[in-house]
């Protein structure tokens, strides 16, 4: 009998754990960057597992706008209440996997290093709105990416923290 009581809770355990889970849909030609971006995440010290499983997918799609006069490489897509439900990257962005990468993590550092605006509109940093020369910041990737995130809402923000909370302790 105890046997059953115990298989019960078990199976309304996993019942109820598997409804508030959600499961992300990730393309597998963009886990390796997100794998990459998630490791530089640990690096500063920005949590990003609990935003994950808000997400329904990260993906690449045709569905995002492709002309002369303007393209969109990439976009965080929201649900009737303005929450982000996905991120989609424009398929025209693996023609090289330079251009993928900055697309990727400039959509990617949008949701879970919250910026939430860009920071210029072609300067040569990830979060530019355009970017004309995707190479050279490919070429001076390291240099970006410590750009990217030193300079990031969601590092600043945890920063700022600390520096408050060691401020306090003195």
Request: glycine letters at 2%.
């Amino acid at each position: 009998m105890l046997k059953k009581i115990l298989i019960v809770l078990v199976l309304a355990f996993v019942k109820i754990t598997s409804i508030n889970a959600q499961d992300v849909s990730i393309d597998g030609r963009l886990q390796p960057l997100l794998n990459d971006f998630f490791t530089m995440c640990k690096k500063y010290d920005i949590t990003y597992y609990d935003k994950l499983f808000k997400l329904k997918s990260i993906d690449i799609v045709n569905t995002l706008t492709v002309s002369e006069q303007a393209s969109t490489l990439g976009m965080l897509r929201r649900n009737e209440e303005g929450k982000v439900v996905s991120i989609d990257i424009n398929w025209v962005a693996q023609l090289d996997k330079e251009i993928l990468k900055v697309v990727a993590f400039h959509e990617f550092a949008h949701y879970f290093l919250e910026y939430s605006t860009h920071v210029c509109d072609d300067c040569g940093h990830i979060m530019s709105v355009v970017n004309s020369d995707y190479f050279s910041i490919a070429n001076d990737w390291d240099n970006k990416l410590k750009q990217l995130f030193e300079e990031s809402p969601a590092y600043v923000k945890k920063s700022s923290v600390a520096f408050v909370e060691y401020d306090q302790q003195k």
